[in-house]
């Protein structure tokens, strides 16, 4: 059972990322399928967000699936949803 008090607001990551970070997200997506089905594997895939110090260093974002991109610098914020 849940109590008024205990009832906690939603929040939603973004990560802002470039055409060509978007880009490369989905060729490596495409690529790790193709495999997988070749392989007659299921597979997925991690999204990592690497957070230095805030205003020190910028965060990062990295793919794994088949292969380990890393896809650069990136930014990005909790929004509270309402």
Same mark, same amino acid.
């Given at each position: 059972?849940?109590?008024?008090?205990?009832?906690?607001?939603?929040?939603?990551?973004?990560?802002?990322?470039?055409?060509?970070?978007?880009?490369?997200? #989905?060729?490596?997506?495409?690529?790790?399928?193709?495999?997988?089905?070749?392989?007659?594997?299921?597979?997925?895939?991690?999204?990592?967000?690497?957070?230095?110090?805030?205003?020190?260093?910028?965060?990062?974002?990295?793919?794994?699936?088949?292969?380990?991109?890393?896809?650069?610098?990136?930014?990005?914020?909790? #929004?509270?949803?309402?």
């Amino acid at each position: 059972m849940i109590f008024d008090h205990q009832i906690r607001k939603m929040r939603k990551l973004e990560i802002n990322l470039t055409d060509e970070q978007y880009q490369h997200i #989905i060729e490596e997506r495409s690529y790790g399928n193709r495999t997988n089905l070749a392989e007659e594997t299921f597979g997925v895939y991690e999204i990592c967000l690497h957070v230095g110090s805030p205003d020190v260093f910028p965060a990062t974002l990295e793919m794994k699936m088949i292969n380990t991109i890393d896809l650069g610098e990136v930014e990005w914020e909790i #929004i509270e949803l309402s």
